[in-house]
């Protein structure tokens, strides 16, 4: 299997995607471990609402199994837990030759779908803006005061100022971006909300065709083209910034 070095962007947004799991580390060896799934779990049940024994709780309880335990066979064979260079690794491997979620192994393919039903409280089939700043500050930790701004920008450039709502088949297209996307120009960046860029604020379009005319969502990531403004002074310095609650 080919490899690839990972971006100093990439290993920002792929770090903070295993403090996602890890926050809830149940012995704080800052590795994730199967034995955090149930925390992880809690912390889902929590924010949802999801009683436990719920056909949508055991769906997304098998998904993150399936996940946790598959992590642990590929990173490193026998192992019961994986630190963050060992988590590095992996996507190094995982991410060469993928520009959709349908290029990623079954294992990964059902994380957006089972995060997006997660954020999706109304069930209504798209996540709008009240959802996404919910599950900014009650799943994320991004401060109150911060993320009426953030979620009204974040929403913007995930639905291309309105024009395409924020459904499954879109958001497989932008969680795609977060794993691959290289630099900080992309809606990927707002899966998690967690970064702030200290550069002018970069517009892009979402190429695709009407709604109705998508026979393979999936497939669609392959026409998302960004056409990017470079920032108005070429040394401009790209500041990450991580919201999380303490």
Request: one cysteine or more; proline letters at 5%; hydrophobic letters at 35%.
């Amino acid at each position: 299997m080919s490899s690839m070095e990972l971006s100093p962007f990439q290993k920002e947004k792929l770090q903070y995607y295993f403090n996602f799991f890890v926050f809830s580390d149940s012995d704080g060896n800052g590795s994730l471990e199967l034995s955090d799934l149930n925390g992880f779990m809690q912390e889902i049940y929590s924010f949802t609402g999801w009683d436990p024994d719920s056909q949508k709780a055991r769906e997304c309880y098998e998904v993150h199994e399936c996940f946790f335990a598959t992590l642990m066979e590929k990173a490193d064979k026998g192992a019961n837990h994986i630190n963050l260079n060992k988590w590095y690794r992996l996507w190094e491997q995982l991410i060469p030759g993928c520009t959709t979620m349908s290029n990623f192994p079954i294992w990964l393919i059902l994380l957006p779908k089972s995060l997006f039903r997660i954020i999706d409280k109304n069930e209504d089939g798209k996540i709008d803006h009240k959802e996404l700043a919910n599950f900014y500050v009650q799943f994320v930790g991004i401060a109150q005061g911060n993320v009426d701004d953030l979620v009204d920008y974040a929403m913007e450039q995930m639905t291309d100022y309105g024009r395409y709502p924020l459904t499954l088949a879109s958001y497989n297209q932008i969680f795609a971006n977060f794993l691959i996307g290289r630099t900080p120009y992309g809606p990927g960046r707002f899966i998690f909300g967690c970064f702030e860029h200290m550069v002018q604020r970069t517009g892009y379009t979402l190429i695709q065709g009407p709604p109705e005319n998508i026979q393979d969502p999936l497939a669609e990531f392959k026409k998302l083209q960004i056409a990017q403004h470079s920032p108005s002074t070429p040394n401009s310095i790209v500041k990450v910034k991580f919201f999380r609650a303490a």
